[in-house]
């Protein structure tokens, strides 16, 4: 049975740096896309950044130049290294690994909470 595992969540201060990791087990995702994306209350959930399995990344416009996005094959497992945090950063992230359609998986979420 596949699962993701997040962590890393928290409150942070504007300014501030937060890493989150997510877990794969079940089977291998080596050949997977990797991503995260959020959701904010009252809006929809939108791409934050993907890797792909060449290690090719996207980012969101929003968090370019703030935010990097990395894999570790061998552990199964996708980071996401925030700094310099905005309160509209505020939501709570979900990973998502993909081949295709019919594998396609994510995580349970992680808050995340930009706060003064």
């Known amino acids: 049975q596949v699962q993701l595992v997040e962590s890393g969540g928290g409150l942070v201060q504007p300014g501030g740096s937060l890493r989150l990791s997510c877990a794969g087990s079940?089977?291998?995702?080596?050949?997977?896309?990797m991503g995260w994306y959020r959701q904010a209350p009252g809006k929809q959930r939108e791409l934050v950044a993907v890797?792909?399995?060449?290690?090719?990344?996207r980012y969101a416009e929003s968090v370019k130049g703030r935010f990097t996005i990395s894999r570790d094959n061998a552990k199964n497992t996708v980071y996401l290294q925030m700094n310099s945090l905005k309160l509209e950063d505020t939501a709570v992230y979900y990973c998502?690994?993909?081949?295709?359609?019919?594998?396609?998986?994510w995580g349970q979420g992680t808050q995340v909470t930009v706060s003064s």
């Open positions: 079940g089977r291998l995702f080596i050949i997977y896309t």
């Open positions: 998502n690994f993909r081949r295709d359609q019919s594998n396609d998986y």
């Open positions: 890797i792909t399995s060449s290690s090719s990344t």
